[in-house]
């Protein structure tokens, strides 16, 4: 064995019984392995899981109306954030403003509105919450963090080159008071930029600038090029990527999605948390449908392009996204069998539309900061991941849209599902 490689133990954790929001009590004692390597702990899940079966989410608190009073109404959400307090911020990308509620769903104020001036948003998408109450929005369309509170206080400007670059990712703070914000690195070539992370001290005074974890890693695409000069790149679905966030506690968590195995920078080394699973294939009609449907989408800038690049893979990646709770607990979007539905959407004349699309069940494994698997979550149907949730121990908030397409925040509880 290698003298940098200690094996430390392995062994079934001790069996304890506790409640998750049911009143039920469950065995508790995922079987686990601990290694050491260097600096590099790893923890490793082998079988079982501390709440011994399956959650889902209830909701508890919904903010939102199809109708009534103006502070309600959202127009189109593009980030929530949550403090301490449990008090809930909205940012609406539609109009450009936060509206505050507090822990019982009532409104409390509202900050900012469209334009370039101060306290005003151009094109922001995403939010957080400092420990002192401040909000700080990524608004790249002024090329600036904007910042609310707390109360009164007059709103402060942070101003970074953001490229003219939208992105979806979140904005995180860490328990310092740190701003971490996405941006490209605009030293390299247009088409070859990889992210970097601005990161921002409590006084908006700029102390590093970080790169991408994992910045070496390629990820499969095809690219096409029309003899008009239009050059389009995709990704190849179902592709390994490097997924990152950023933990309360200040650096990131991370990994490359071929595998099931995700590292948390720690002070003095790396945690690195994996868990044995079953690969979930992809379908032969789910690769024809994704194939078809690139074909389609690059079809309009290059016409009559046809798939040439490397094959769709015939399983998923283990993971899918990766979001760490206000309290430090992972919660990691894994992937689900699909299965084909009708697109209510449907038009038949536009060929670019198509009469089928492919779903998958939202699942999450969820891990405490030591890295001990608690279990997997199912949430429902209408929970959302395309605007970040908030996590915070056994709370969970998220947007959901109903069948009406009103969008609503929805404060969720754990809780175990029934045993069969």
Partial sequence: MHDAMRKAWFAALPVTWAACGTGAQVARGPE??????????????????????????????SIGEADGPDEYLFGSIASIAVDDDRNVHVLDRQGQYIRSFNANGQYVRSWGRRGEGPGELSNAAAMAVFPDGRIVVRDHGNNRVQV???????????????????????LWTDREGRTYVVA????????????IYIVFDP??????????????????????????????????PFSPSVIPAIHPDGGFVSGISSDYSIDRDLPDGVLRIERVYERVPVSPRQADY???????????????????????????PPFTGLYVGLGGRLWVRVSTEGREVENPDHEPDNPFSSAVRWQAPLRFDVFEA???YLGAVNPPEDFSVYHPPVFNGDDVWAVSRDE?????????????????
Avoid: C
């Fill in 32 to 61: 686990a392995v601990t290694d050491t390597i260097g600096d590099t702990i790893i923890v490793r899940t082998l079988s079982g899981s501390a709440w011994g079966r399956d959650a889902t989410l209830v909701p508890e608190l």
């Fill in 184 to 195: 490209p690195d605009l030293s390299q070539p247009f088409g070859a930029r990889d992210n």
């Fill in 290 to 316: 994704e194939r078809e449907a690139a074909e389609r989408m690059v079809g309009m800038s290059v016409p009559g392009w046809q798939w040439d690049g490397p094959p769709i893979p015939e399983t998923k």
């Fill in 148 to 170: 609310f509170g707390p109360g009164d206080a007059p709103p402060e400007e942070w101003g970074y080159n953001s490229g003219n670059y939208g992105t979806s990712e979140p």
């Fill in 370 to 372: 030591d890295g001990t």
């Fill in 404 to 420: 009406l397409d009103i969008q609503r925040v929805v404060r969720y509880r754990i809780a175990l599902e029934s045993e069969s």
């Fill in 203 to 236: 006084d908006g005074v700029v102390r590093d600038t970080l790169r991408q974890p994992h910045a070496a890693f390629m990820s499969a695409v095809v690219r096409a090029e029309g003899g008009n000069g239009a050059v389009v790149i995709r990704s190849v």
